[in-house]
């Protein structure tokens, strides 16, 4: 089965603490994307990604770092710099053709807690 | 910069009614997406419909259809015949013709009655 597959589904935090969030697809989608949820908001992007070994910034990307060495993963990084980490973290790609709407296809997510 | 706009946080309809959930954005833009997402309580989003601003021809998808106002800059979406299993969160988002940023509203919380 096609799809987006982020693991663990649970993560804990101590402080001080890195922690790597999984997110792999076999969709064959070009781009990828990590979003942060917190409760009472909508989706905002912290990274996103078009193509193999390049990425940008989205609206809250400090304290977090990404990779994309393979098009089918996309790893987040919450590093000991974001103070409040706390939330639930969903991934997404898409095809990436400019200029088109796209439609962003989404994983079960991880919902992140520090101890 | 672009903004979504959900006046709505929860709204509750009868099983096989209809219901109405609104959006606004706010765009410079003239060319762009707009979609709404539905989010049930495993947590993961679904697409339930998409629009391209250029088309003023409303989206339908089955039992969910669009009424995209773009003057008003409004994008509401109707839910015909409501099921059960259309209880969930419901996130209208926005997207530029040449940026492949989505920019998410706070969501709807619906919940059907029986």
């Known amino acids: 089965d096609g799809g987006i597959t982020q693991s663990p589904k649970y993560l804990f935090r101590k402080e001080g603490q890195n922690v790597t969030l999984s997110c792999e697809q076999n969709?064959?989608?070009?781009?990828m994307y990590w979003y942060r949820q917190d409760p009472g908001q909508g989706l905002r992007l912290i990274y996103y990604s078009q193509i193999v070994n390049d990425f940008q910034k989205g609206d809250i990307a400090e304290g977090y770092s990404v990779s994309r060495e393979k098009k089918e993963s996309f790893p987040l990084t919450v590093t000991s710099a974001q103070k409040n980490p706390t939330a639930f973290y969903l991934c997404a790609s898409s095809p990436y053709e400019r200029g088109s709407g796209n439609i962003q296809y989404f994983g079960a997510g991880t919902r992140l807690s520090v101890l | 910069a672009q903004t979504v706009t959900q006046s709505q946080p929860e709204m509750s309809v009868q099983e096989a009614e209809t219901v109405t959930l609104s959006c606004t954005y706010d765009t410079s833009e003239s060319d762009y997406y707009l979609f709404w997402y539905k989010q049930p309580p495993s947590r993961q989003m679904i697409l339930v419909i998409r629009?391209?601003?250029?088309?003023?021809q409303n989206a339908t998808e089955n039992r969910f259809s669009v009424n995209f106002q773009k003057a008003a800059k409004s994008f509401s979406l109707k839910i015909s015949d409501s099921q059960l299993g259309d209880a969930a969160m419901y996130f209208c988002?926005?997207?530029?013709?040449?940026?492949?940023?989505?920019?998410f509203g706070t969501g709807t919380r619906l919940t059907i009655i029986p």
């Open positions: 969709l064959n989608h070009d781009a």
């Open positions: 629009q391209e601003a250029y088309k003023q």
């Open positions: 988002a926005y997207k530029d013709f040449g940026n492949e940023k989505l920019t």
